[in-house]
């Protein structure tokens, strides 16, 4: 029967248990000394914190938008925009676009020129006719000191058609070199931003925070409807009054506490509330739990972080190295028996997991192969019925010609091209014989437009023996005569040759054609039916080939310019015939 591991969950809970009692108890039978003014100092600091950080995290929001005000403002495409009455905002748009990306707080940015324009980051956006935004405080203060990025309080906006979302803007005035101020950058900051950060910071169950802009006008408060309906009142002169300091009051509610500080970025002031009362009601509480969840917490983790830590990290680490050996590249290795049922059922998933990759790539391989042998099928089938009926013709037309010569070279030279594409047996054939199927075609295609097309063959004798896979010339030779002779007014000439180069066989055929473009030349692999049609995946289809047979550094090379004409090199490893059957069995 096999034995039950111990989880590590009920490990970890039996340490943690008996420390933390053990731990407890001992803290619990100390006396404190605290007294009702250090109790007030801790409040007074942590609350003092948390002002801080609340303003640091809206003085990060305010100084970027200031900064990607600035970097908008100063660019030149804006002012030329600005200066110019009819010119296209796309470039502008797009500014704009990618400003309002770089944060979700960002609700919209606006670019307003003084002549009436405005863009938005947004194309969907559309102006609002009643927005009437030349008459909006942030447009006025913004012309008004153009040096200065104008900071709002929260309002709602309305400059886009059929929304309407509060918002804190930030205004800067556009100029021109000379000073002349062209239009303002409107960047709108999502009022919720602020809702989120001071919404989250604990004052007590009592104790709250909020927010005045710096004209002392409260700009966010949690009970911001009771504030509107004047059913709340807050001691903000008295606030503002104190320069920084506590602020005491009593009220209706009890004695209650003010703490302030102001921004020195955006002049705003964070003012957090404490209540006396409740101070006094959590002292006992505070020190019993806030001190012994602390100091267990440390002494803890620092009592038990080398055991566990042993425990869970020496099997977790064998699994780590399983998977970095898996990483390298084999497959083959699988994670044993481990010490915990958690760790053990994790390297249990870890190797089905690599099971069923392995079958996965197993059926890629199978698939792989499968597709290589569909396009190896369909490049035999690629003589196309109309070339074949376009040749049958001919051979019609010249038989009652009477020109009988012609009617028989054509034909065996169509004999002998079917013979090599349909046929069965090896895919790898000596130059010689791929070269004996080329000119069977070029013998037909020049006999069809005679004049039109010529062509030459420059074959060194070393290379005749050198293997290639069957049928790699013939689609480059096809695309050469409908891609470039025959669109060329006076036809052109098809040359094929083969050099060797150490251990390489260098292969091209060249045309003096029409020739391709820069943009032509580059998709000219992609495989997919264009302007070149089925050809391009015929060449496509070669270049996979080869590098299939011979490896990934050959394959096809393409040089051409316009009017010039375009030459195919391909690149091969020297392989004689003796090579032949170790490739016969590829698909």
Avoid at 377 to 401: C, E, G, R, V
Wanted: proline share 3%.
């Amino acid at each position: 029967m096999r034995r039950r591991r111990p989880s590590i969950s009920t490990t970890m809970v039996a340490a943690f248990t008996l420390l933390v009692t053990v731990v407890t108890l001992l803290i619990s039978i100390r006396s404190y000394g605290y007294t009702r003014q250090q109790l007030q100092s801790v409040a007074s600091d942590y609350t003092g914190q948390l002002i801080a950080q609340v303003n640091s995290q809206l003085d990060m929001y305010v100084e970027y938008i200031e900064d990607l005000s600035d970097f908008i403002v100063d660019n030149a495409a804006v002012a030329a925009y600005l200066r110019s009455g009819d010119a296209e905002p796309g470039d502008v748009e797009a500014m704009l676009r990618h400003a309002a990306e770089t944060r979700s707080e960002i609700y919209a940015v606006a670019l307003a020129g003084t002549d009436g324009r405005i863009v938005f980051n947004d194309p969907t956006f559309r102006e609002n006719a009643y927005a009437r935004w030349q008459e909006s405080e942030w447009y006025r203060a913004a012309l008004a000191a153009p040096e200065m990025v104008y900071v709002s309080s929260s309002r709602v906006e309305n400059l886009v058609e059929g929304r309407y979302v509060w918002v804190i803007s930030f205004a800067k005035a556009v100029t021109d070199g000379d000073g002349t101020v062209l239009g303002v950058l409107l960047a709108d900051l999502r009022y919720d931003v602020i809702d989120k950060i001071l919404a989250g910071v604990d004052l007590g169950s009592r104790g709250y925070l909020f927010l005045l802009d710096d004209r002392g006008e409260i700009l966010w408060h949690p009970q911001q409807q009771l504030i509107n309906a004047g059913l709340k009142e807050e001691r903000v002169a008295d606030v503002l009054a104190s320069g920084g300091d506590p602020v005491t009051v009593s009220g209706t509610g009890g004695e209650r506490t003010y703490f302030s500080a102001r921004s020195a970025a955006t002049g705003w002031t964070a003012v957090g509330v404490t209540y006396t009362s409740e101070l006094l009601q959590q002292q006992d509480r505070m020190l019993q739990q806030y001190v012994v969840i602390a100091l267990s917490a440390v002494g803890i983790a620092l009592a038990l972080s080398v055991l566990i830590s042993r425990a869970i990290s020496d099997p977790l680490r064998k699994l780590a190295d399983t998977m970095a050996t898996v990483e390298s590249g084999d497959f083959t290795v699988r994670s044993g028996p481990q010490t915990y049922r958690e760790v053990e059922r994790l390297g249990d998933s870890f190797n089905h997991m690599l099971a069923t990759i392995g079958g996965l790539m197993e059926e890629q391989k199978r698939s792989e192969a499968e597709k290589r042998q569909y396009e190896w099928d369909l490049l035999q089938a690629q003589i196309k019925p109309h070339f074949l009926y376009n040749t049958l013709d001919s051979i019609i037309w010249m038989s009652h010609a009477g020109r009988n010569a012609e009617v028989v070279e054509m034909t065996q030279a169509l004999a002998r091209l079917l013979r090599t594409s349909i046929g069965s047996g090896s895919e790898i054939v000596t130059l010689r014989r791929e070269l004996e199927h080329v000119e069977s075609y070029l013998t037909i295609q020049k006999m069809r437009y005679r004049d039109t097309l010529r062509f030459e063959l420059d074959i060194e004798p070393d290379t005749l023996d050198c293997l290639v896979p069957k049928l790699v010339l013939q689609p480059l030779v096809e695309n050469a005569i409908y891609h470039g002779i025959k669109v060329k007014e006076h036809g052109g000439t098809v040359r094929i040759t083969s050099m060797l180069d150490e251990e390489a066989l260098l292969i091209t055929v060249e045309d003096d054609g029409a020739g391709m473009t820069a943009a032509q030349l580059a998709h000219i692999l992609d495989g997919k039916p264009g302007d070149g049609g089925s050809s391009r995946i015929g060449v496509r289809n070669v270049h996979e080939r080869l590098r299939m047979y011979f490896g990934g550094d050959c394959g096809l090379r393409f040089f051409s310019e316009p009017e010039k004409g375009t030459t195919v090199m391909l690149v091969l490893h020297r392989r004689r015939g003796g090579e032949e059957d170790d490739h016969e069995s590829h698909p």
